[in-house]
């Protein structure tokens, strides 16, 4: 095929004159659009799919029955929301729409969070609760008891409210006391995490320190609206309050208002005025209570000493008179050393007795050895009949033994003695060291007489015997030269001039 034969280009529809554009150009328009048209909106839906990014950044779904919106809340913006966000919390979300080109998507950038009504909050509330009652926070055999006369309180409350003065002033009226003030904001933004702080900070000093530790905690707030007190039902400030160790008294709001904090607290008092009664007696009461005390206490004493003296009277008027039980006592013991002494005599007479028997009874040394000998000579004369009698009955055996022998057995026997005698003496004979003598070796001995077994063994100038088969010959060594051993063949004789002693 060629050129002429391949299809014309398609021609532009006619009419269409709209210009083009990229994709980032329009992904940039509809941006525009949107942020244009929807700079600010406030969006009510039910939370989905929550979760916070290692940036701090915040993503989340709002969705209703019919559509759902991805949102996203930035860090900056997380920390002022007021509120944790969780998945199923119906909330009303203010801020802006825009677009994320790289997926074609629009979201909502979240800058406000609130719960969405009354009802919402309050369920969530209860949610909560049953949350925290199911770890156990709520249990009654957490609380501890409130001390009677805290040395230290601490306050956990706003520095510039009513409350802390009304606390104050209550105190002052009934007892005064140390009081150290944590100040925390206690609504809005920020006010759980200071609270929970605070409560963690007072238990946090060591007693003794530089700062006293409080006996007692006494959380407290005005009233207001369930959004205002909203704080005190955040589980960081639950979770601080279950977890103290200082005794905790909870007064938030007024006497109809409850806060989870007033069930992980150790004691709830309706109004901050009434927490100050609850940590504090009255002084005055309390100083009439001790007098009045210490008059039952004085009077009770002095009855039950007077009960105690009648009881002691008592018996003593049942008791004999002392002396006469002292000389009741001393005519007894004289009695038993009379008899004592009258005992005595007849027990040492017949004890004398009774040695003087046994002493006749025994046997002098003398006779003792005499006995020792009769039955040694008995013991002997009865061996030596039973030795002649056994050598007898040897003797008769060995007769009746040789009686058997013939003179040809007898022989034989003793020819083959002296032949094995023979032999024996030919090879003792043979292992003599004269033998060797004879066939022209020496024996060399030191002036003691002992063997001199090796050339080593001699010094320079020692005294030497060297006995021949003839004769011993006295000489003295000059030295001693070692000769060099010579390597020879496993097997060969050696060509030395004397040869083998064996």
């Not at 939370?47 to 989340?60: C, D, E, M, N, V």
């Not at 003695?417 to 024996?424: E, I, K, P």
């Not at 022209?440 to 007489?449: P, Q």
Request: contains cysteine.
């Amino acid at each position: 095929m060629t050129d002429f034969d391949s299809p014309p280009p398609p021609l532009p529809a006619p009419g269409h004159n709209a210009g083009e554009l990229t994709v980032s150009e329009l992904s940039q328009a509809i941006k525009r659009t949107l942020e244009g048209r929807f700079e600010r909106v406030r969006v009510k839906g039910e939370i989905s799919g929550f979760k916070r990014a290692a940036s701090g950044h915040l993503y989340l779904m709002l969705k209703d029955e019919g559509a759902a919106l991805k949102s996203v809340c930035w860090k900056g913006n997380a920390a002022k929301l007021g509120l944790i966000p969780e998945d199923g919390m119906e909330v009303i979300a203010t801020g802006r729409i825009t677009t994320y080109g790289d997926r074609s998507e629009y979201q909502l950038v979240i800058e406000r969070l609130e719960l969405a009504g009354i009802g919402a909050l309050l369920r969530m509330i209860e949610e909560r609760k049953k949350k925290l009652a199911a770890e156990g926070l709520f249990d009654p055999d957490r609380k501890r008891p409130i001390p009677t006369l805290p040395t230290v309180i601490g306050i956990v409350t706003s520095p510039t409210g009513a409350v802390i003065r009304d606390i104050l002033h209550r105190l002052a009226d009934r007892f005064p006391r140390h009081v150290l003030v944590w100040p925390v904001l206690v609504q809005g933004e920020g006010a759980a995490a200071q609270i929970a702080t605070a409560i963690r900070g007072f238990n946090a000093l060591e007693p003794g320190g530089p700062v006293p530790r409080p006996d007692l905690l006494i959380v407290a707030r005005g009233g207001g609206s369930i959004e205002d007190l909203m704080a005190f039902n955040e589980e960081v400030v639950v979770r601080a309050a279950a977890e103290s160790a200082i005794p905790l008294i909870s007064a938030v709001g007024h006497e109809t208002d409850t806060t989870l904090i007033d069930f992980a607290s150790d004691r709830r008092a309706p109004t901050p005025t009434a927490a100050a009664e609850m940590a504090v007696p009255v002084r005055a009461e309390l100083v009439a209570l001790l007098g009045e005390i210490g008059q039952r206490l004085g009077v009770g004493m002095n009855r039950r000493l007077a009960e105690a003296r009648t009881v002691i009277e008592g018996l003593a008027r049942g008791l004999p008179e002392p002396m006469r039980l002292i000389l009741e006592k001393a005519q007894q013991l004289d009695q038993w050393l009379e008899r004592w002494s009258n005992a005595r005599l007849p027990y040492f007479r017949r004890r004398s007795d009774r040695l003087a028997q046994l002493r006749a009874e025994l046997k002098t040394p003398h006779q003792q050895l005499a006995e020792a000998g009769s039955a040694l000579d008995l013991a002997g004369n009865r061996l030596r009949a039973a030795f002649g009698l056994s050598l007898e009955r040897s003797h008769r055996n060995l007769d009746r033994t040789a009686s058997g022998l013939t003179p040809r057995v007898l022989h034989d026997l003793v020819s083959r003695r002296q032949m094995a005698l023979g032999h024996l003496g030919q090879l003792l004979e043979s292992y003599s060291y004269e033998k060797v003598l004879e066939r022209g070796f020496a024996l060399v001995r030191d002036d003691r007489g002992a063997p001199v077994l090796a050339a080593a063994a001699v010094g320079s100038g020692q005294a030497l015997k060297i006995q021949f088969r003839d004769g011993i010959v006295e000489a003295t060594a000059d030295g001693c030269a070692a000769p060099k051993a010579k390597l020879r063949k496993t097997g060969e004789a050696d060509s030395g001039p004397q040869g083998s002693l064996l």
